[in-house]
């Protein structure tokens, strides 16, 4: 179960960073060429959504059934450390972003103001997963997918 979790809050990243993406370019552009809102646009806004909230709920089980969050007799170690506040933390904050930033964009009026109420959320939200992931490298004992 452990693993199988794992497996996919790792792999699902990608999903969330590629959505996040186009999410940000096609809210930015549209938002600065003053191009309507249509279905397509509250779709891309919502599944980037719906997969950062499948990241918290991921994110949620692996906080209890991960050994990275057992604090040993010696106390927090650095690994540890950086799940239990930088990694939850972001994460956190960038979920809550792309969900304000969906709801205001679906329930704002006008086109402009629309792009605009998703695009900085999500822009943030961006640099902030970017910023918390455990990419290779980094010391925390992630991988790539
Ligand atoms: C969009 C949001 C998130 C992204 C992109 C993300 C990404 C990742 C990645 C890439 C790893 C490393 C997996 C590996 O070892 O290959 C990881 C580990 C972990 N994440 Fe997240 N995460 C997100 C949100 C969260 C949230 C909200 C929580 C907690 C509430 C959380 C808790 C954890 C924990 C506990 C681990 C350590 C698992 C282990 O290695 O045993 N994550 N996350």
Same mark, same amino acid.
């Given at each position: ?52 909230? &499948?990241?918290?709920? =991921?994110? %949620? ?6 050994? *990275?969050?057992? +604090? #040993? ?18 994460? &956190?904050?960038?979920? =809550?972003? %792309? ?6 964009? *679906?329930?704002? +009026? #006008? ?35």
């Amino acid at each position: 179960m452990y693993s199988m979790l794992l497996h996919s809050h790792s792999g699902l990243r990608w999903i969330v960073l590629i959505l996040l993406l186009l999410a940000v370019v096609n809210n930015g552009m549209k938002w600065k060429s003053g191009k309507a809102f249509t279905d397509k646009d509250r779709k891309l806004n919502l599944f980037t959504m719906i997969f950062s909230h &499948i990241m918290l709920l =991921i994110g %949620i089980g692996l906080v209890f059934m991960s050994p *990275k969050m057992k +604090i #040993g007799e010696g106390g927090m170690n650095e690994v540890t450390r950086f799940f239990m506040t930088q990694h939850m933390t972001w994460m &956190i904050v960038a979920i =809550i972003l %792309i969900t304000i930033g969906n709801i205001r964009s *679906k329930k704002l +009026i #006008g086109d402009k103001v629309k792009f605009k109420a998703a695009f900085i959320p999500y822009l943030l939200a961006l640099v902030a997963i970017l910023y918390a992931i455990p990419w290779p490298g980094r010391g925390y004992g992630g991988g790539w997918y």
